[in-house]
T-cell receptor, first 110, second 111 residues
């Protein structure tokens, strides 16, 4: 039982490049989330998916898109990366009010 | 917009000291959670409090939810180096499982 997994662990991009961050959970949870974490700002919600086939914007959705591919997988796409998107990205899924987080993806945009 | 203000942002203490971290808001939350995060890893849930005035203890950690469900505190007794990490509070809303996170408190406990 791996919990929540994320790939890649690290990525360096140039401004304007695109990439997709992958997330998968094996706990049969309905809801999944994408957060970004920046120093002194806690975790900010980018997008979430309450169930397979639905997605909604969070607090900071600009510059991102998501896909809930199936119940297990929830991907985050940066179409044209900007230096302001340098951050650590966490995926999470939940059962009730407990969220389970992946190990994170560290992204540097030059 | 619901906001959670967490203080202090940084805390460096010696082993054996006590400390308290605060989480405050002007909004009412349905629940309040505390997470601990170690470097290079994702946050891990420590506790959830749901009732105003509720107090929960987890070994040397004591968590309290304010009577009005707008604030919470985390108290650590006799801190140990293993307590070092980032502590995050998170408020639950009535919008499904969405959480509002505080800015975090970086705790360093020196031997």
């Amino acid at each position: 039982n791996a919990g929540v997994t994320q790939t890649p662990k690290f990525q360096v991009l140039k401004t304007g490049q695109s990439m997709t961050l992958q997330c998968a959970q094996d706990m049969n949870h309905n809801s999944m989330y994408w957060y970004r974490q920046d120093p002194g700002m806690g975790l900010r919600l980018i997008y979430y998916s309450a169930s397979e086939g639905t997605t909604d914007k969070g607090e900071v959705p600009n510059g991102y898109n998501v896909s809930r591919l199936n119940k297990r997988e929830f991907s985050l796409r940066l179409e044209s990366a900007a230096p302001s998107q340098t951050s650590v990205y966490f995926c999470a899924s939940d059962r009730g009010e407990t969220q389970y987080f992946g190990p994170g993806t560290r992204l540097l945009v030059l | 917009t619901q906001l959670l203000e967490q203080s202090p942002q940084f805390l460096s203490i010696q082993e054996g000291e006590n400390l308290t971290v605060y989480c405050n808001s002007s909004s009412v939350f349905s629940s309040l959670q505390w997470y601990r995060q170690e470097p290079g890893e994702g946050p891990v849930l420590l506790v959830t409090v749901v009732t105003g005035g509720e107090v929960k203890k987890l070994k040397r950690l004591t968590f309290q939810f304010g009577d009005a469900r707008k604030d919470s505190s985390l108290h650590i007794t006799a801190a140990q180096p293993g307590d070092t990490g980032l502590y995050l509070c998170a408020g639950g809303s009535n919008q499904g499982g969405k959480l509002i996170f505080g800015q975090g408190t970086e705790l360093s406990v020196k031997p």
